[in-house]
């Protein structure tokens, strides 16, 4: 919902202005203030503006947590995507590699932060036109989230769009169907036909 985005920006905003007012810009309040940033210029499709931000907080998020603390990687795969949305593939593949790195070192391994992340890096490599390193990411998170999600949620039904979207571009059309087709059932079945 718009509205919601834009009172978390104002928020964000103003907190940020106070932070920087008390000359606490290094902190992990200000990192926080900067991510939610970038998630809204992100919402408005400001990619541009969600990377910018996005790579400040990454960079105090790196100064004031612990090496390899999962919110630095949450904020690599979050910068990873915006990356990707402006087709900065290689910088896209950077933040996301770390990010996984991050993520598989501080996470449990059926964690839905791996999962999103090799999601997001399938979708990288389906748009790079590097499709083995996709289907090899979608097919570990379509792995964990048969062992974990019980393949009734959300990020199932992405994961199995996308290794279609894979298997078409390979010329392998009756598994891009075949994955199709669970996707969209899945998707009915999570929030109805009119979704």
């Known amino acids: 919902d718009l509205g919601m985005y834009a009172q978390v920006e104002a928020l964000a905003s103003k907190t940020k202005t106070i932070l920087e007012a008390a000359g606490s810009t290094d902190c992990y309040v200000y990192a926080t203030c900067l991510n939610l940033l970038a998630l809204c210029h992100s919402y408005n499709r400001q990619y541009g503006n969600a990377e910018r931000v996005s790579r400040a ?4 998020y790196k100064q004031c947590v612990p090496h390899g603390h999962p919110d630095v990687g949450t904020e690599l795969a979050n910068l990873g995507s915006y990356c990707l949305e402006q087709q900065k593939c290689q910088d896209a593949e950077k ?3 770390e990010s996984l790195d991050i993520n598989r070192q501080s996470l449990p391994s059926q964690h839905p932060k791996i999962v999103a992340t090799l999601r997001l890096m399938g979708e990288l490599y389906i748009e790079w036109g590097k499709l083995d390193k996709a289907e090899k990411c979608l097919t570990e998170a379509l792995d964990i989230i048969h062992s974990a999600y019980l393949d009734q949620h959300e990020e199932a039904a992405q994961v199995m769009s ?12 009756i598994e891009s169907e075949r994955l199709h087709r669970q996707a969209l059932k899945l998707t009915i079945d999570l929030y109805g036909d009119d979704h």
């Open 57 to 60: 907080a990454v960079r105090i």
């Open 95 to 97: 933040f996301l590699v």
């Open 162 to 173: 996308l290794m279609g979207r894979c298997y078409l571009k390979q010329g392998k059309t």
